[in-house]
């Protein structure tokens, strides 16, 4: 075997310290596991001017290395933001431990009592980039579910990361729990997450949250168990019965609220016999809050202050004031353009057709699939989860906003009385 290099060694011991300190949160009692969730938001409360300094260093090495608003945007932490992540923190207090919960469970004939009860993993991995709320959101559910938490947050929020591991290690130590149950591996750059790719034995499961190419490479290249969160290719169709005010309301809140994030939508669609009645008044509202239409060759006859669109706007997770409009024939049309091109995070229907909504919300294979409602509400946050870590677009273990249980395996607690197999 090869002699480890002292970096190899040092990433090595960062990760069994990681797995120590994951025993003792497994054991630790919600009221322990509380006080250091209100120790990290009043951590975030007192140290807003050191955490901005830090942000501010990061985001104008974003700007001087060409990095795109949308980026940008969710890389900058203001005093409302670091609220925000506080206020989500101290949501967690009241949400229900899910450790030792009983899934199922039932007495056998032969006298066994088994029971199906909630544990953490051990230890989370998490991969991103340019995200610090991140940071604090995966740590923060991690704490409450038991869990240690090995963060590489991307060199883009090195800095901004930094500060707030720091501050979530010192919560940590006030509560009484290890310092170790949260650390950072950015100072071992690229090698080092690849390294954690391939920490079998050492993380129990991969979490990466980012780019499409992000998350591919680490859905390829890991021998960790992986939950997979997506890119938000995400649709919004406008059926031939959607009210117009409604409609207006949701796309605009859907695209505008806040674009650079995975829930915004990305792709509009609209039954043909409502486009002429619906594609003034919706895209004029768009165009006048800033939102580029690249449209099909109807649309931009509906509309002329568009642009064509061509076949890559339809797979493409803009971020940006960007919005990809296609007329369809009918509801049939319009999920055939979704199978085709969604990146099964979120999709919504507009209409006043109960069958149409019962049909959409049934065929369409996304993990959140909504009527009459704005995209922007597929967020743990909005679903009274207190954070997320993120929404995953596969289909084993978890599917979309991840909350405390999603960070959570089980095991069987057999008792018996002297039982033996025949």
Known sequence: MPEQTQSETAFIEKLDAGRTAARSLASATTLVKNRALTAIAAELRGHVDVIIAANEVDLA???QNGLSEGML?????????IDSLAEATEDLVGLVDPIGETVRGRSLPNG???DEVRVPFGVVGAIYEARPNVTIDIAALAIKSGNAVVLRGGSAAENTNRVLV???QNALAAAGLPRDAAQTIDEFGREGAGRLMTARGYVDVLIPRGSAALINRVVTESTVPVI??????VHVFLDESADLAMATAIVHNSKVQRPSVCNALETLLVHEAAAERLLPGVLAELRASGVTIHGDRRTRQIFADSVEATEEDWATEYMTLDLAVKVVADVGEAMRHIRLYSTHHTESIVTNDLANAERFLR???SAAVMVNASTRFTDGGEFGFGAEVGISTQKLHARGPMGLPELTSTKWLVRGSGQVRA
């Open 363 to 365: 065929e369409v294979d």
């Open 228 to 233: 997979e969160t997506g890119a938000g290719v």
């Open 61 to 63: 090495n974003g700007r």
């Open 73 to 81: 945007d969710r890389l900058t932490l203001d005093v409302g933001r």
């Open 112 to 114: 066994l009592r088994i």
């Open 166 to 168: 720091g501050l979530l």
